[in-house]
């Protein structure tokens, strides 16, 4: 071999700061995609949770009328057999997760209550239910139909000059 070939074997020969860094290179690459690895890991599992978690609810929010016309008819009816189903049909949503929103007496919530009319009352208290609201392991099936209080010197109420009814006389 002459000095030609030795000069061009010497620098296809990395140095060992060389080669140090290729090895801390890829020993970081493989940090990041094991670390992303296990990132997609949980993200799947918390995606699968939930999609068990809810596997039920357009079952649930399909059943919530026929539980609700059966209590109708429960009302208009001493049929025994009938408060039975009712009572089964209960136990069921119960344990699957299902649960009556209370608002009655409540204040406006607004998250899960749907105003439909207002009267006077206390502002802001529901003061009758039309329809039940039903939750779904903390998911709204569907909100409450409610008829809210307001103020009886409400800014509806105010004519249009801006002076009330007794200052208009």
Known sequence: M???????K???VPTIEELMEKISSLESDWKRALADYKNLQRRTLKENDVAIKFSNYVLIA?????????KMVEK????A?????ISQFEEILKAS???????DGEDFDEN???AIETKDGQPGKVLEVLQNGYKFKDRLIRPVKVIVGKDET???????????KTEEK
């Open 154 to 164: 409400d800014v509806e109420d105010t004519p249009p000059n801006g002076l009330s």
């Open 76 to 79: 208009h009816s001493e049929d």
């Open 2 to 8: 002459d000095e030609k070939d030795l000069k061009q």
């Open 97 to 103: 997760g299902v649960e009556k929103i209370k608002a």
């Open 81 to 85: 057999g009938l408060k039975m189903i």
């Open 112 to 114: 899960v209550m749907e």
């Open 62 to 70: 399909e059943l919530i009328p026929v539980y609700e016309n059966l």
């Open 10 to 12: 010497d620098m296809s």
